[in-house]
């Protein structure tokens, strides 16, 4: 059974999400604090074997590299987000006292269209959503009837557009074609802020 643990980080309090079967686990957008991931996984025993970027803006990776080079995981994230990794104006670190940049990129795994990936035995569906940022993924559990949105949709809201590479259109029509056909009944789980469902954001959510 797929078990899901969110853990809010750093200034921004982006969720950091953490799935497990038994002993293993993957890691969705270690954005900061990466001591306090490493806690929760050797507190419980767990084993990571994978981490998924949902986008590459700076509160989504702060913790990135500590806890892949920790582990020496696989990352999984989308080929229009490789920029992100590489130059920290991009992610908007290169004004923070630790600037973002990846050296080289072996251990990404990255992303060019929409599919399935498997990892933990886990069918995860992986639907490409940009407008927040042009490579923005979203990551659909369909056994466990959950989807982790990133910053794509939110509780009664959406992702912001007016960063570099924002575009509000493209962003609504997304998230209309590819989260809100899914079953009413699947939980939302976003980059910030409280979980929801994909049936009370096409009923309430006031961008729709």
Same mark, same amino acid.
């Given at each position: 059974m797929l078990k899901i643990y969110p853990m809010p980080l750093g200034a921004y309090q982006t969720n950091c999400y953490i799935l497990s079967v038994g002993e293993r686990a993957m890691i969705v957008d270690p954005g900061d604090e990466a001591n306090k991931i490493i806690?929760?996984?050797?507190?419980?025993?767990?084993?990571?074997?994978a981490i998924?970027?949902?986008?590459?803006?700076?509160?989504?990776?702060?913790?990135?590299?500590?806890?892949?080079?920790?582990?020496?995981?696989?990352?999984?994230?989308?080929? #229009?987000?490789?920029?992100? &990794?590489?130059?920290?104006?991009?992610? &908007? %670190?290169?004004?923070?006292? %630790?600037p973002i940049e990846f050296d080289e990129l072996s251990a990404f795994n990255f992303i060019s269209e929409d599919g399935i990936?498997?990892?933990?035995?886990?069918?995860?569906?992986?639907?490409?959503?940009?407008?927040?940022?042009?490579?923005?993924?979203?990551?659909? &559990?369909? #056994?466990?009837?959950?989807?982790?949105?990133?910053?794509?949709?939110?509780?009664?809201?959406?992702?912001?557009?007016? &960063?570099?590479?924002?575009?509000?259109?493209?962003?609504?029509?997304?998230i209309e074609a590819k989260l809100f056909t899914l079953p009413d009944a699947t939980v939302v789980y976003p980059g910030h802020g409280q979980a929801s469902t994909i049936g009370d954001e096409k009923r309430m959510n006031p961008f729709f």
């Open positions: 806690m929760h996984l050797e507190s419980k025993g767990l084993k990571p074997e998924l970027i949902t986008h590459g803006h700076l509160d989504h990776i702060g913790a990135l590299q500590e806890v892949q080079k920790k582990y020496k995981l696989p990352i999984y994230t989308h080929q #229009d987000e490789k920029e992100f &990794f590489t130059n920290a104006k991009y992610n &908007f %670190s290169h004004n923070t006292s %630790s990936i498997e990892i933990l035995d886990q069918k995860i569906n992986v639907f490409h959503v940009p407008g927040h940022s042009p490579g923005s993924l979203a990551f659909y &559990f369909k #056994d466990a009837d959950i989807v982790i949105s990133g910053d794509a949709l939110f509780k009664g809201s959406i992702g912001r557009t007016d &960063f570099p590479y924002g575009n509000h259109d493209q962003l609504i029509k997304n």
